[in-house]
């Protein structure tokens, strides 16, 4: 079946711009996650749904970042008046929570979000 | 909250040998998943072997097995007849069997195969 997908694969933008990342989960799953990971670094949790549970935004930055979730499915990731120093490669994943699985997260391409 | 160190942020060997990456964590939790993703330069995440905790039996998929030992909080991975596509970054991760928002990654260990 299909993947997680995230588009768009690659984004420049200007410093002081909005983007918004988008993240397509695989159908079914319920918790979905959203990771920042700068080049050569480890994943730096930043948002966490489940399900129609109030998401876990305690790795969110800054107030320039929020995401949402709609219908459970489609994630949106923006970060307003972006600075230098949110380039990075953004990384959704998600997991059907249940089951023999657990809580296994099957991971997107990511995103690289470079802010000149 | 749970921690997972990696203690070797490289490493490299030569195709056809034997590396293992080391790997700790610590939970106050009694059930939880341990897991081993791979990051290769593409940077695609993928799963590489996954552990349940109240299992004894170590897991093993193809070239690639874990030495869980649950009462000193370890979890190596494995990697026999090392090729050179298993060139990448390798993180651990635990995740609470009841909470699934706990869920965390290692630093990660930057793996070379040398042909």
């Known amino acids: 079946g299909a993947g997680v997908s995230q588009s768009p694969s690659n984004k420049v933008t200007e410093k002081g711009k909005d983007v918004e990342l988008r993240c397509d989960p695989i159908?079914?799953?319920?918790?979905l996650y959203w990771y920042r990971q700068s080049l050569g670094q480890g994943l730096e949790f930043l948002i966490y749904f489940q399900g129609n549970s109030a998401p876990d935004k305690s790795g969110l930055p800054s107030d320039r970042f929020s995401a949402e979730r709609t219908g459970g499915s489609v994630s949106t990731l923006t970060i307003q008046r972006t600075q230098q120093e949110d380039s990075a490669v953004y990384l959704c994943?998600?997991?059907?929570?249940?089951?023999?699985?657990?809580?296994?997260?099957?991971f997107g391409p990511g995103t690289r979000l470079t802010v000149t | 909250a749970q921690t997972v160190t990696q203690s070797q942020p490289e490493m490299s060997v030569q195709e056809a040998e034997t590396v293992t990456l080391s790997c700790t964590y610590d939970?106050?939790?009694?059930?939880?998943?341990l897991f081993w993703y791979k990051q290769p330069p593409s940077r695609q995440m993928i799963l590489v072997i996954r552990?349940?905790?109240?299992?004894?039996q170590n897991a093993t998929e193809n070239r690639f097995s874990v030495n869980f030992q649950k009462a000193a909080k370890s979890f190596s991975l494995k990697i026999s007849d090392s090729q050179l596509g298993d060139t990448a970054m390798y993180f651990c991760a635990a995740a609470d069997y009841n909470y699934g928002q706990n869920f965390v990654f290692g630093p990660g260990t930057r793996l070379s195969v040398l042909p």
């Open positions: 159908s079914g799953h319920t918790a």
């Open positions: 939970t106050s939790e009694n059930n939880y998943y």
């Open positions: 552990q349940e905790a109240y299992k004894q």
């Open positions: 994943a998600s997991s059907p929570s249940t089951g023999t699985s657990g809580y296994e997260q099957y």
